[in-house]
């Protein structure tokens, strides 16, 4: 009985809560869902986070070891990156970060989603590429979090 109540009150410490970040103005918000081509020899990095599980959770997100910032519920991060090229995107977990390789074409754009996961300790982290249609309207719905703001 006593386990199961433990259980149940860190699912909800978990669950509940919500964590904020620093976030752009509305005006560029909403000129990066204008999900326009990138320039030649760039692509876009939409990186988003659309759960509510591990509210109270902030994660960084880093693209080739640079910080792109610090993600919390429902935000997106954009950045421009070189095309043509294969780029590590991390994002912090429970004991070290989770990596994803995206090799990224010029002139597109890439949608990354960031997912929380139960741990043993805390909730990680893992980031999987989506669907440009996915994407596009799962950020819709998003704001724009302002990048360089790592805990690291």
Not at 66 to 92: L, M, R
Request: glycine share 10%.
């Amino acid at each position: 009985m006593l386990r199961k109540a433990t259980i149940i009150t860190m699912a909800a410490l978990f669950l509940s809560g919500c964590a904020s970040v620093p976030m752009e103005d509305r005006a560029l918000s909403d000129q990066a869902k204008l999900f326009a081509s990138p320039p030649e020899g760039q692509s876009g990095l939409y990186i988003y986070r659309d759960s509510v599980m591990g509210g109270a959770l902030k994660k960084d997100i880093w693209v080739d070891g640079e910080c792109v910032g610090e993600s919390a519920p429902n935000v997106f991060f954009y950045k421009a990156v070189t095309g043509d090229k294969e780029h590590i995107i991390s994002t912090e977990s429970e004991f070290s970060p989770n990596n994803l390789r995206l090799f990224t074409k010029s002139q597109i754009n890439y949608f990354i989603r960031q997912y929380i996961k139960m741990g043993v300790f805390v909730g990680g982290a893992g980031l999987e590429a989506v669907e440009a249609a996915e994407g596009e309207n799962a950020v819709r719905g998003l704001p724009l979090a302002r990048s360089g703001n790592c805990s690291k």
